[in-house]
C-alpha cells in the first residue's frame, strides 16, 4: 500500500523558510520520481518540483532560486526547501508520485505566510 506522508508545514512570516517532508512507504522509493504541488484557496493545484530517479530537478518559473527539492533514497523521503517565503506561497502543499496507472498523494500540510 503506497503512502505519502507530509510534514513539516506552518506559520512563516515573509522572508522567512520552511522545510518540508514527505516520507514514502509501499514502493521502491528509488525508483520514483517525487514531485510536491501546492494547491492555493480557491485556485487549482500546480506544480511546484519535481525530482527525477537520478536527482535531476524542475521547479515552477516563479520559484527558481527560493525553492529547492531534493530526495534521501535511504529514508525514503523527499523535501522541499523553502526560502525567502512570499504571502502568495501560502497553500496546502501535497507530495504526489505516479505509478502507473495511479496517482498518489499525501494528504498535504498547510504553509501559511503571514507578517
Known amino acids: 500500500q503506497v503512502q505519502l506522508v507530509e510534514s513539516g508545514g506552518g506559520l512563516a512570516q515573509p522572508g522567512g523558510s520552511l522545510r518540508l517532508s514527505c516520507t514514502s512507504s509501499?514502493?521502491?522509493?528509488?525508483?520514483?520520481?517525487m514531485n510536491w504541488y501546492r494547491q492555493a484557496p480557491g485556485k487549482e493545484s500546480d506544480l511546484v518540483a519535481a525530482?527525477?530517479?537520478?536527482?535531476?530537478?524542475n521547479y515552477a518559473d516563479s520559484l527558481k532560486g527560493r525553492f529547492t527539492i531534493s530526495r534521501d533514497n535511504g529514508k525514503s523521503t523527499v523535501f522541499l526547501q523553502m526560502n525567502s517565503l512570499k504571502l502568495e506561497d501560502t497553500a496546502e502543499y501535497y507530495c504526489?508520485?505516479?505509478?502507473?496507472?495511479?496517482?498518489?498523494w499525501g494528504q498535504g500540510t498547510q504553509v501559511t505566510v503571514s507578517s
Open positions: 504526489n508520485t505516479y505509478m502507473w496507472p495511479f496517482n498518489y
Open positions: 509501499g514502493f521502491t522509493f528509488s525508483n520514483a520520481f
Open positions: 525530482i527525477t530517479v537520478t536527482g535531476d530537478t
